[in-house]
C-alpha cells in the first residue's frame, strides 16, 4: 500500500498549505471512511450530498489515523493537527493515485465489458498469481473512487495489477484508463447494460473503447472478436494499435474447439489441448479465453495457466452453485442481469441434465431505457418449455418475462410476483432434492435473499 511521508504526499496531491512541523510523520494506506480507519492511515474526506467527511477528520486522527486531507472550502483547517489542505478532496485521492501509479514498477491490466469484468478480472489474477505479485480489484472497486483506493493499496512489491474498469456514462473510462494506464486494456463483450444513459449498443461500444484512452504505448487491446461494434470500429479507427481478439469463431487469434458442459465445471478445447474451469456457464469459457491471452502475453506457461484456472474462486453471486436445504442445487448469480447475461444463464440451465426438475427465478433487468419492457418479453420468449419445468418472476419488469414465457408456456408453469415472501414460500412448497434453480435478476433487485431463503 500507498508508505510515503506526508512531505511527499503534500507534493503528490499540490498541497497548498505549510505543513513543516508534520511533513516527516508517514502515512500508510488511504481510507474514505473514519469508521474503517487503520493506524496510520491518510484520512481522506469526501463531501457527499447527506454527509460531509471533514467533519469526522478529527474523530479519525484520534482513532489512530496518521493524517489527513482537507478541501480548501471546508471550513477553518483543525488547529494543531497533521492536515494537508487540498483544492478538492476528491480530485486529490485521484492524482494521488496517479502520482503513485507512476512511481510502481508494474504491469497494469485493465478489465471493461458489458458483462463478465467482473469474472474476467478474477480469472486473470488466479492465472498470474501463479508466477507474478498480483492485485487485484475487490469487489466491485471500479469507479472513480474505487479504482484510486485500489491502486493506493497496491505493494510497491507488486509485479501485475489487475483493474477493473466500470462505468454508466461516456467519460468515465477514458478518465479511468488514463489515471491507470494500462499496458493490457481487455473489453470482454459489448451488450445492453447502460442503455438507459447511453441510448444504443453503439453508444456502449464506444464508451468501452475509451479504455485505449490511457493504454501505455506499445501496449495491447484484446477484445471479444466476434462482436461487428468492436470489430469494425478498430479495424476503422485504430489500425494503429496493436490488438488480440477472443471469441467462439475461428476468426479470432483464441478460440475453443468444442465445449463441454459438465455438472460443476465447464471444459473447452482449444488447438488439440483440453482445459477446464470449475464454474458453469458457456459464457465463462470466453471470459477465460480472454484470461488466457494476457497470461500468454505476459509468459504465463501452460503448467501455470492449468494451475490458475484449477484455483479460480469467482467473486460471489455470479454463477455460484450452492445447494438449498431440501438438497436442490441453485445457481446464484443475483449479482447483476442484462439480456446478454439473461439469455447466457438460461441457455446455462437448459443445457443441463440430470434433475428432476428445472426452475427458472427471474427479476427485473434495470437500465435498459425505453426499450425495457420489449427486453423482457424477449428473454420470456425465448426459454424453451420443453428444457424448463417452470418460470417463476419478480418485480414490475419480471411481469413482462412472464408474458413473454406464456407465449410457449401452458399458464400453470408460469408465476409472476410483486411480493417476494410469497414467492419464497410458493417455491419452498413445490422445490424437492435433484431440482436445479437459476436466481437471476440486476442487484437492486436482491435475489440474494431467495437464495439464501431457500438454503435455511
Not at 505543513?19 to 493506524?39: K, L, P, Q, Y
Not at 492524482?95 to 465489458?113: D, E, H, P, S
Amino acid at each position: 500500500m500507498l508508505k510515503k511521508t506526508l512531505k511527499q504526499i503534500h507534493e503528490m496531491v499540490d498541497g497548498l498549505n505549510n505543513i513543516t512541523d508534520f511533513e516527516s510523520i508517514i502515512a500508510a494506506g488511504v481510507s474514505i471512511d473514519s469508521r474503517n480507519i487503520e493506524f496510520n492511515n491518510l484520512f481522506i474526506p469526501l463531501s457527499g450530498e447527506h454527509v460531509d467527511g471533514h467533519q469526522y477528520v478529527e474523530k479519525a486522527i484520534s482513532q489512530g489515523a496518521a493524517a489527513s486531507l482537507w478541501q480548501k472550502d471546508a471550513g477553518e483547517l483543525p488547529a494543531g493537527l497533521p492536515v494537508i489542505l487540498v483544492e478538492n478532496t476528491e480530485k486529490a485521492l485521484q492524482k494521488l493515485a496517479r502520482a503513485y501509479r507512476k512511481q510502481l514498477n508494474c504491469k497494469v491490466i485493465g478489465v471493461t465489458g458489458s458483462n463478465g469484468k467482473t469474472t474476467t478480472k478474477d480469472m486473470i489474477a488466479s492465472l498470474l498469481q501463479t508466477t507474478y505479485r498480483i492485485h487485484k480489484t475487490s469487489g466491485n472497486f471500479n469507479n472513480h473512487l474505487g479504482l484510486p483506493l485500489t491502486i493506493l493499496g497496491m505493494d510497491e512489491d507488486t509485479e501485475v495489477a489487475v483493474l477493473e474498469m466500470g462505468m454508466s456514462s461516456r467519460g468515465e473510462i477514458a478518465f479511468l484508463s488514463t489515471l491507470a494506464e494500462p499496458d493490457l486494456a481487455i473489453i470482454t463483450n459489448i451488450g445492453e447494460s447502460h442503455l438507459l444513459d447511453l441510448g444504443s449498443r453503439e453508444e456502449i461500444a464506444n464508451a468501452k473503447l475509451e479504455i485505449v484512452s490511457g493504454l501505455k504505448d506499445g501496449g495491447t487491446l484484446i477484445y471479444q472478436g466476434d462482436e461487428p461494434l468492436l470489430r469494425d470500429r478498430i479495424e476503422r479507427d485504430l489500425t494503429n494499435l496493436h490488438v488480440v481478439s477472443f471469441g467462439r469463431e475461428n476468426k479470432n487469434d483464441l478460440y475453443p474447439i468444442s465445449i463441454t458442459q459438465n455438472e460443476n465445471s465447464t471444459s473447452f478445447e482449444i488447438n488439440g489441448d483440453p482445459y477446464t474451469i470449475p464454474v458453469l456457464g458457456f459464457h465463462n469459457v470466453q471470459n477465460a479465453l480472454a484470461a488466457m491471452l494476457v497470461a500468454k502475453l505476459l509468459r504465463v506457461n501452460d503448467a501455470n495457466i492449468r494451475k490458475g484456472f484449477e484455483s479460480v474462486r469467482l467473486t460471489n453471486m455470479r454463477m455460484e452453485m450452492v445447494e438449498g436445504a431440501k438438497g436442490e442445487k441453485i445457481i446464484n448469480d443475483a449479482y447483476n442481469a442484462s439480456p446478454t447475461s439473461m439469455k447466457a444463464a438460461i441457455e446455462l440451465i437448459e443445457s443441463l441434465s440430470g434433475f428432476q426438475n428445472k426452475y427458472l427465478i427471474l427479476g427485473d433487468m434495470l437500465e435498459l431505457g425505453n426499450q425495457e419492457e420489449d427486453y423482457h418479453v424477449n428473454i420470456g420468449e425465448n426459454i424453451q418449455p420443453d428444457k424448463i419445468n417452470a418460470v417463476f418472476t419478480y418485480g414490475s419488469l419480471g411481469h413482462f418475462i412472464a408474458e413473454g414465457a406464456r407465449r410457449s408456456f401452458p399458464e400453470e408453469r408460469v408465476f409472476s410476483y410483486d411480493d417476494k415472501s410469497t414467492l419464497i414460500a410458493d417455491l419452498k412448497q413445490r422445490t424437492s432434492l435433484n431440482d436445479l434453480i437459476l436466481v437471476k435478476a440486476s442487484r437492486g433487485m436482491k435475489l440474494e435473499e431467495i437464495v439464501q431463503a431457500l438454503q435455511n
